[in-house]
């Protein structure tokens, strides 16, 4: 091993190697190289003793003579002691490794050198040190040379034969020297890789096509043009084209326009051109771009929620975007199969399916949705929670604190009608936003009604609260209106059809300086239990509003015992 290495010397800075022949170590002179490598195939550690010497080979010859960013060529001086090996520049400075030649003939010339210098014709010797270095050199051209001349079009595959061709001789020299397996077809890895460059094609294209969806998705600020954002009817009139407009979207399964991110636009586009290809490829082909649709699809649901993580956690616009951009993905997928399935190659017919993936973009549309409805709520409890159930808003100090948590619920509202209106469908957003009203409402009314002691002017004061949040609120009841119709031709029935808390409250407001008796009557012939009021809550408003009497407990009893 000591004679080895003094044998095989590499210097980095000549960029050379130099094989000597005729060897001393530890006062041991005159021993042959030829006699060093004999001995350890004799002992049977030749592996063992040219693994070093191919490492090294790897790293300072073979290495930087693939991977150089210009041609560089080898020079080979023999000597009567040694054997020289030089990395230089190539004379034509102008040429590339454009169909492979000039680096087969460099790496050829290396093969001899190592055939002549180290293993000295021998073929036991040379496969020895192939099997050493073939399958790291092999890798290292295919990755650095056959994997970048894969043609990006599939009407340049013709082109790719010419590398096919000369891979192949490439390793017929090598066999030659028999550097590598003249009957194991393991070792001709160029050739195999180079005459499945359908494969390696289409590889190469879904690479292309990952990165470039990855990229858009992640460049993309999910920002989208003011004018959209201030008036819904901008972009749902017929007037919007949809192919002109970088965010506005046809529905196909629900015959309504949806205001999506750039990105999901153009991700969705780069999936339709993939599927394109998908019909005019060949199976193999065609497999791969089907799987690289699929992946790019699936790219969404995994980065945009996390890039998009802080917003998700907010009242804003990205995260309604993100739920029409859900939305609108699932119904694409839905429709792929109509319009491509009959192109597809006869094989993949009953093999490809997307519908499994449609109902994750619509469960996390229905996720970003429900999330942002939470958010709301939270942030309408916590307004409403600062009015301290709405005790003694006969003092000026209590009234005026309920009276700021009323503007704070409004305020709330207010700005989600803004956000929500223009870009969410009208049936999700009418959906979405009753939906937080009745929160508010039910809660408004279930703390007055919790009320045990409520005063002649406190009465008065709750009556004022409501009407002026009501009033407040006229603008957002006119936008839950259905279709053209405006607040006044969308009666206030029709709204409490979709809210009946707001029935109820408005009836709490008539009930605070209604009679005794008419309360009594209100619940006798059912008006009260249609509008939502328990007997419990009834008996409780009448007890805390109305001093003990015996019409009081006659109003009570009444109200006890309907069937008299």
Not at 36 to 49: C, K, N, W
Not at 388 to 397: A, C, I, S, V
Not at 429 to 457: G, H, K, N, Q, W
Request: aromatic share 10%; charged share 25%; hydrophobic share 45%.
């Amino acid at each position: 091993m000591k004679f080895m290495e003094k044998a095989v010397r590499f210097d980095g800075d000549l960029n050379q190697v130099e094989v000597k022949y005729h060897l001393e170590v530890e006062n041991v002179n005159g021993i042959q190289l030829h006699t060093v490598v004999e001995a350890m195939d004799v002992v049977g550690i030749l592996e063992y003793g040219l693994a070093k010497v191919a490492d090294l080979m790897i790293k300072y010859v073979i290495t930087p003579f693939v991977n150089h960013g210009q041609p560089l060529s080898f020079l080979e001086e023999l000597h009567q002691e040694s054997a020289l090996l030089k990395i230089v520049p190539s004379l034509d400075s102008k040429f590339e490794y454009l169909d492979g030649e000039f680096l087969y003939s460099g790496i050829l010339l290396f093969i001899k050198f190592i055939y002549r210098s180290i293993c000295f014709q021998k073929s036991s010797w040379m496969q020895c040190f192939g099997r050493l270095t073939w399958p790291r050199i092999s890798e290292l051209i295919i990755s650095t040379f056959l994997s970048k001349v894969v043609p990006t079009d599939a009407s340049k595959l013709p082109d790719f034969q010419k590398i096919i061709v000369c891979s192949s001789e490439f390793e017929t020299a090598l066999k030659e020297l028999m550097y590598i397996s003249a009957s194991d077809d393991k070792d001709n890895r160029l050739s195999n890789f180079a005459e499945n460059v359908e494969v390696h094609f289409a590889f190469k294209k879904k690479t292309e096509i990952l990165a470039k969806a990855r990229n858009l998705l992640l460049e993309c600020d999910f920002s989208i043009p003011q004018e959209y954002t201030r008036d819904g009817s901008v972009w749902k009139s017929d007037e919007t084209s949809v192919q002109s407009s970088s965010h506005v979207v046809d529905l196909l399964f629900l015959s309504e326009r949806c205001l999506v991110s750039k990105a999901a636009k153009q991700l969705m586009e780069l999936v339709h051109q993939t599927l394109q290809d998908v019909c005019l490829s060949s199976t193999r082909v065609a497999l791969e771009f089907y799987h690289t649709a699929r992946d790019a699809i699936l790219l969404y649901e995994v980065v945009v929620p996390v890039k998009l993580e802080r917003q998700l956690n907010g009242i804003n616009h990205v995260a309604v975007l993100l739920h029409n951009d859900c939305l609108y993905l699932s119904q694409e997928i839905f429709g792929f199969a109509f319009e491509y399935r009959t192109d597809f190659p006869s094989s993949m017919k009953e093999h490809a399916v997307f519908v499994d993936l449609a109902p994750r973009f619509q469960l996390l549309a229905e996720e970003i949705l429900q999330r942002q409805v939470h958010l709301v709520i939270y942030n309408l409890k916590e307004a409403i929670d600062g009015a301290d159930g709405f005790q003694n808003t006969h003092q000026m100090k209590q009234f005026e604190s309920a009276k700021f948590s009323i503007d704070q619920v409004v305020f709330i509202l207010e700005k989600v009608h803004i956000i929500w209106e223009p870009l969410l469908l009208p049936s999700t957003y009418r959906r979405s936003m009753c939906t937080v009203l009745e929160s508010v409402f039910s809660r408004i009314a279930r703390d007055i009604l919790l009320l045990d002691d409520i005063a002649a002017e406190e009465t008065l004061q709750l009556q004022r609260l409501i009407y002026l949040m009501l009033e407040n609120l006229l603008s957002l009841f006119e936008s839950l209106a259905p279709g053209e119709q405006n607040l006044h031709e969308f009666s206030a029935e029709s709204l409490e059809d979709f809210i009946p808390s707001l029935r109820k409250i408005r009836k709490l407001s008539e009930l605070l300086d209604m009679p005794l008796k008419s309360i009594t009557a209100s619940w006798e012939n059912k008006e009260l239990l249609s509008c939502g009021f328990t007997i419990t809550e009834v008996e409780d408003f009448i007890k805390a509003i109305f001093t003990d009497s015996p019409l009081r407990k006659d109003c009570l009893w009444r109200i006890q015992n309907p069937s008299f």
